[in-house]
Each structure stands twice: as C-alpha cells, then as structure tokens.
C-alpha cells in the first residue's frame, strides 16, 4: 500500500571549493549553499529521496508529516495541496515518485511513457564572468563534449554583454550558445542589479538571433505580459521563461497569453514533478517547447531527466549546472558526496537517463550528519 511512516528534512550546509558569485545578485559572495534533504519511508520499507534549496526541517515537520504520515505515498495529487499550502513545498513530489517507481521496479521515464533514452545536455553557469574567463570556460566544455553552453548576460551596457558572447563564439565556434538575462525574479544584492526595460530587450534579442543564439532566457519582469508577448512578435529568437513562475494557473497564463516560446518551469521552485507533467502537456496542446529548468541538486535533475525522457519534445536540451571551479558537480549535484550517483555526458554531449527503478539517485545516509547545519 506504500503507506507513509515517516518524512523527515535535514538541513545542510554544503561548503563551496571557491568562492561563487551569481549574476543575478551583483556584489553577492557565497561560501556555501543551504539546501533540504528530505526522506519519506514507507511502512513496506521503501525509501525516498527529494532536495531543495533552503532549510524547511521544520515546515515538513508541522505542515507536511501530519498530513502525509499513514496516507499513500502514491497518492500524489492528494499531497499537492499539503506542499502548496506548506509555502510550496513542491520539491517532496519527488521523494513520492522516488517511491512509487521503486515499488513498480521502473525508472520513472518508463512509467510516465517512455519517449527517449538520452538528451543533450547544456553547460550552464552562474557567474557574470569576463571575455577571457567565458572564452576559456567555452573551451573546456567543448573539449569535455558539451554541445552548448549557457552565459550570463548582467553587465549595464549592452556592449559589454556583447562581448561575452564574441569571445564565447570565437573560442568555440560549434558550439550552441543560450543567454539568460535573469530579469524575471529582482533578488536582493550588493550591489544594483541592471533592469531591462523592452528596448534594451529588443536590442539585445536582435543581436543574439544576428549571432545564431538559441534562446534568450527572461528578458523581462515576470509579470510584464504585454511587453514579453510584443517582444516575441517582433523578434525571431526564442524567447524562454517560467522558472519564476508558480503553480499551475502562471503556466496557463504563460502558455495561453503566448508570453514564452519555451516554458521552463522548475521540479523545486515551480510545482512538483506532477504538476510539471500537467505543464508539459499544456505546452505539447498549445506548439510551445517544454525545456524544464534544472531542478536545483541532483535528485531535482534525475527528476526533470526521467520528464524530459518521457515526452515528445523537439527542441529538448537538459540544464546541467556546472561551472569549475565555483559550481562543481559535487557541490550542485552531489551536496558534498552525499548523493553517490552522478548524471554526465557521454562523448556526444548526451546524458542517459538511469534505468534504475525510481529516480535512480543512490545516497549515502551516513554523510548527511557532516553537513547538519
Ligand atoms: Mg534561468
């Protein structure tokens, strides 16, 4: 029956190798990222596994575990209201399939449908960076097998953000370049963060589909509709957004205002990993792409792999984070070396999806204490 014995959330502090500074936060320096690790065990002796960012021990402890402590685990779309209404929670959905999947023997891309094996996967960093630093990091993937990479563009005059992308061009050619201006979320900072307005949008856009750029990735404020919906009609570049959007009702907005050509909700900060199923066949009705946003740990990317291999999605490519020396693998993915498995990219730049039942994400339980925060 799967019956839920117990949920449990461990807050963790996961040191960073050097120190990071994410575009979207100008003068921000962090030495460590907080995450949650949470654990649902089944009375049949299952267990599984979900990660955020943030601490929430606490909140699954008073609004979570009293109302999914005896139910099903697989009762899935029961538990979505709890993690809603437990300040979107969503991330636990992860956990339940983790769950469910075992107690089927599938990996979950099977069990949702089972479109594809493998994806291409994207580099994509986190820093602002400079001309030459961009251009050597271009190298680097290119030389790891990597067909695209993901830049930052944050600097206030658009020359400068220019000349990231030209080195990033001339130190790679072939590769695939995406561009995420991160204007849809204002998160506080050191420092103040540049504000698009439509023109500079417009300009930017126009220079990026001049230089073979896939996507320019939130271009504008979350909310600002009418301009994003203009900038589309004006421009030939896909235009992506929706990892700062939340619950389903934003999604229907996005996809029925055509506010995005590609949708790009996240298993953690968006909704669970149920409700992005719903998303992704909203956008298969509507000809929008579906291309999730990266999941936050590596227990949120399983998830989004086994959804990107389960569906039928042109365009699709796989958000990897990674950027040595700052955004490591095992700081991003593997929380310090407590989650052992790792998703990567064969030599033709494509991650395969685990065949494992579940989400395929081994973790060991006994370095979850070095971390306790
Ligand atoms: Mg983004």
């Given at each position: 029956m799967l019956k839920i014995a117990s949920i449990v959330g461990h807050n963790l502090e996961i040191p960073y190798d050097v120190e990071y500074r994410p575009?979207?936060?100008?003068?921000l320096v962090r030495k460590s990222r907080d995450v949650t690790l949470a654990i649902v065990r089944t009375e049949d002796g299952l267990t599984g596994y979900a990660c955020n960012d943030g601490h929430h021990a606490r909140a699954i402890e008073r609004s979570v575990a009293p109302y999914l402590v005896?139910?099903?685990?697989?009762a899935t779309e029961r538990h979505a209201r709890t993690f809603r209404n437990a300040g979107g929670l969503w991330f636990l959905d992860q956990a339940l399939w983790d769950i469910i999947g075992k107690a089927a023997g599938m990996p979950l891309y099977r069990l949702w449908g089972g479109y594809r094996t493998t994806v291409p996967a994207y580099a994509s960093t986190s820093e602002l960076g400079t001309p030459s630093n961009r251009a050597e990091l271009a190298a680097r993937y290119r030389d790891e097998g990597f067909r695209a990479m993901k830049i930052r563009f944050h600097n206030e005059r658009i020359e400068d953000d220019l000349a990231l992308l030209d080195a990033v061009k001339e130190a790679a050619p072939d590769l695939t370049i995406m561009v995420d201006a991160n204007q849809a979320t204002n998160l506080p900072s050191p420092n103040l963060t540049p504000s698009w307005d439509y023109r500079r949008a417009l300009d930017t856009a126009r220079e990026l589909h001049a230089r073979n750029v896939l996507w320019l990735e939130e271009p504008l404020a979350r909310y600002d509709f009418e301009n994003l919906v203009r900038l589309r009609e004006h421009t030939d570049i896909y235009i992506a957004g929706g990892e700062s959007n939340r619950q389903l009702h934003e999604f229907r907005w996005l996809v029925e205002r055509g506010v995005y050509d590609i949708i790009q909700p996240d298993c953690?900060?968006?909704?669970g990993i149920s409700q992005l199923r719903k998303v992704a066949a909203m956008a298969e009705l509507f000809k929008r792409h579906f291309i999730p946003h990266h999941g936050l740990s590596g227990l949120g990317l399983a998830a989004v792999l086994h959804l990107v291999c389960s569906i039928n999605e042109p365009l699709m490519w796989l958000e990897m984070m990674y950027e040595p020396p700052t955004r490591t693998l095992e700081t991003y993915q593997q929380l310090g070396g407590i989650l052992t498995t790792l998703a990567w990219i064969d030599k033709n730049g494509n991650v395969t999806v685990p065949e494992a039942p579940g989400l395929g994400v081994e973790v060991d339980e006994s370095a979850i204490a070095h971390f306790a925060a």
């Open positions: 575009a979207w936060q100008p003068g005896g139910q099903p685990a697989s953690s900060l968006s909704e």
